[in-house]
């Protein structure tokens, strides 16, 4: 069974103090590892898709990396409005191709001016 | 373009009530996807439709119904009421044009069954 575990479940940064988001995955065969962001009471806003190990992607104070079992998302200087749940999902090779994705729980981002 | 809309945005029942909760996307993608949002549970698949006409059960199938008459909606309903479908529910949708597509996700119905 496909898994995916973020940590930590929530963060607390002043503005400027950049960090790093960790999410943990176990799947059969990685097709495609995704990044979220969901601001309260809004749906999830796609972020990053990463294929293989080795792989990065920035997008202004964001950079996604992928390992083998792990992905992180790096916050450079992050600012309040970055403040958001950001969430991890996992997308397995094999069986039915209808892109069903695996998600962790999500890590509570709030940056403090 | 508006992406993926659902309506209603809230929505109080009273236990063994039914109702629909509607899914409209004008980028004429071909899945579609019905999930719930628990505190601490992650988003969850509860069906998905790889077109017009076809549907399948996710994860937590049970108590829901679903149904893709028109390519760009996607119904979901609950035929009798349950506490335990108190949720935010977001549908998404996703192009065929490849493995390699993120899913779209309007922003949700928040659900109270009382």
């Known amino acids: 069974e496909d898994q995916v575990t973020q940590s930590p479940e929530a963060l607390r940064l002043q503005e400027g103090e950049s960090s790093s988001l960790n999410c943990s995955y176990t799947v059969s065969g990685l097709r495609g590892l995704f990044w979220y962001r969901q601001d309260p009471g809004k749906g999830p806003e796609f972020l990053f898709t990463l294929y293989s190990a080795g792989e990065e992607k920035e997008k202004e104070r964001l950079k996604a990396t992928l390992t083998k079992k792990e992905s992180f998302l790096h916050i450079t200087a992050p600012k309040p409005e970055d403040s958001a749940t950001y969430l991890c999902?996992?997308?397995?090779?094999?069986?039915?191709?209808?892109?069903?994705?695996?998600f962790g729980q999500g890590t509570i981002l709030t940056v403090h001016p | 373009n508006a992406g993926v809309t659902q309506t209603p945005k809230f929505r109080v029942l009273k236990t063994g009530q039914s109702m629909t909760l509607l899914c409209a996307q004008d980028?004429?993608?071909?899945?579609m996807y019905w999930y719930r949002q628990d505190p601490g549970m992650g988003l969850r698949l509860i069906h998905y439709s790889v077109g017009e006409g076809t549907t399948a059960k996710g994860e937590v199938p049970d108590g829901y119904n679903v149904s893709r008459l028109k390519k760009q909606n996607f119904l979901l309903g609950l035929e009798s009421a349950a506490p335990s479908q108190t949720s935010v529910y977001f549908c998404?949708?996703?192009?065929?044009?490849?493995?390699?597509?993120?899913?779209?996700f309007g922003p949700g119905t928040r659900l109270t069954v009382l």
């Open positions: 999902a996992v997308q397995a090779r094999g069986g039915t191709s209808y892109g069903k994705l695996t």
């Open positions: 998404a949708s996703r192009a065929d044009r490849g493995i390699y597509n993120e899913q779209f």
């Open positions: 980028m004429n993608h071909e899945y």
